[in-house]
Nanobody, 116 residues
């Protein structure tokens, strides 16, 4: 069983920064990719940023240039540095892991609120 534990969410003023962390544990043979998704009230869950095992990254247009995803392979942990936050970034942020057999696991989510 795989567990993803997220941390780092909170309340911040517009223009501020937050850093999210997601640590994966359990029986993991191979990680293909890890990433962050978000879901705002009344909206569908959407990709924020993803990083593959090879180090390639992919960002949503809305966060490109403001958010940076990084990883610590030794700790099976990824981070999302979020700068210049905007009220429209307010959402629940979920960590996603894709592993062997293309099995997908999700974290419980961490709330990010950006006040104007």
């Amino acid at each position: 069983q795989v567990q993803l534990v997220e941390s780092g969410g909170g309340l911040v003023q517009a223009g501020g920064s937050l850093r999210l962390s997601c640590a994966a544990s359990g029986t993991i043979l191979r990680i293909y990719a890890m990433g962050w998704y978000r879901q705002a009230p009344g909206k569908q869950r959407e990709l924020v940023a993803e990083i593959t095992s090879g180090g390639s990254t992919n960002y949503a247009d809305s966060v490109n240039g403001r958010f940076t995803i990084s990883r610590d392979n030794a700790k099976n942990t990824i981070y999302l540095q979020m700068n210049n936050l905007k009220p429209e970034d307010t959402a629940d942020y979920y960590c996603r892991l894709v592993r062997e057999g293309f099995q997908i696991s999700w974290g419980q989510g961490t709330q990010v609120t950006v006040s104007s």
